[in-house]
T-cell receptor, first 112, second 113 residues
Framework: DAGVIQSPRHEVTEMGQEVTLRCKPI?????LFWYRQTMMRGLELLIY????????DSGMPEDRFSAKMPNASFSTLKIQPSEPRDSAVYFC??????????FGQGTRLTVV | DQQVKQNSPSLSVQEGRISILNCDYT??????FLWYKKYPAEGPTFLIS?????DKNEDGRFTVFLNKSAKHLSLHIVPSQPGDSAVYFC????????????FGKGTRLSVIA
């Protein structure tokens, strides 16, 4: 397996624009997580899915953030409208059962 | 409130010596603890884990120690190598294993040749 695949690797966008981050989890994994890394807060959980169903989105900072998982092999994280304070590295991770989570390489988002 | 704390943002160690990274947690429900290593421009990668039924787990140069009564764990790297220079994250999850990993803020380790 190629591991967790995220796209794009880098995204630069203007304030107010919509941004969509994409993730393909490892095949067979039933949990998918979206994390955001910032200097101030470290790695913080935004939302996670189990068997494509959102379980906890309490980490999503605002209504501007939304996430979907239409099937077991694809998830998106959308920010609309984007703001400069959303600039961070966004990671997707997947796992099965009570095991370690495997991370993608991340998307570095810059909102100018 | 931070449930997993890594109080040292950075650590510098000479090559060949021992690196000790520390982590504290507050949630008594945590029973599974992990360490991840992260290089720049890459995602975190799993390094080693420990279940609460153990107090030590070893994998090559890496050993994790767990002190449940103190709610403290540590990662020992012996001997340290320049390639170990990275950010190390401590993570934990609860007894049911169905919740996400909660991460500390990380410790940047620099191994000096």
């Amino acid at each position: 397996d190629a591991g967790v695949i995220q796209s794009p690797r880098h995204e630069v966008t203007e304030m107010g624009q919509e941004v969509t981050l994409r993730c393909k989890p490892i095949s067979g994994h039933d949990y998918l997580f979206w994390y955001r890394q910032t200097m101030m807060r470290g790695l913080e959980l935004l939302i996670y899915f189990n068997n494509n169903v959102p379980i906890d989105d309490s980490g999503m900072p605002e209504d501007r953030f939304s996430a979907k998982m239409p099937n077991a092999s694809f998830s998106t994280l959308k920010i609309q409208p984007s703001e400069p304070r959303d600039s961070a590295v966004y990671f997707c991770a997947s796992r099965t059962g009570h095991t370690e989570a495997f991370f993608g390489q991340g998307t570095r988002l810059t909102v100018v | 409130d931070q449930q997993v704390k890594q109080n040292s943002p950075s650590l510098s160690v000479q090559e060949g010596r021992i690196s000790i990274l520390n982590c504290d947690y507050t949630n008594s429900m945590f029973d599974y603890f992990l360490w991840y290593k992260k290089y720049p421009a890459e995602g975190p990668t799993f390094l080693i884990s420990i279940s609460s039924i153990k107090d030590k787990n070893e994998d090559g140069r890496f050993t994790v120690f767990l002190n449940k009564s103190a709610k403290h764990l540590s990662l020992h790297i012996v001997p340290s190598q320049p390639g170990d220079s990275a950010v190390y994250f401590c993570a934990a999850s609860d007894v049911y294993g169905n919740t996400p990993l909660v991460f500390g803020k990380g410790t940047r380790l620099s191994v000096i040749a």
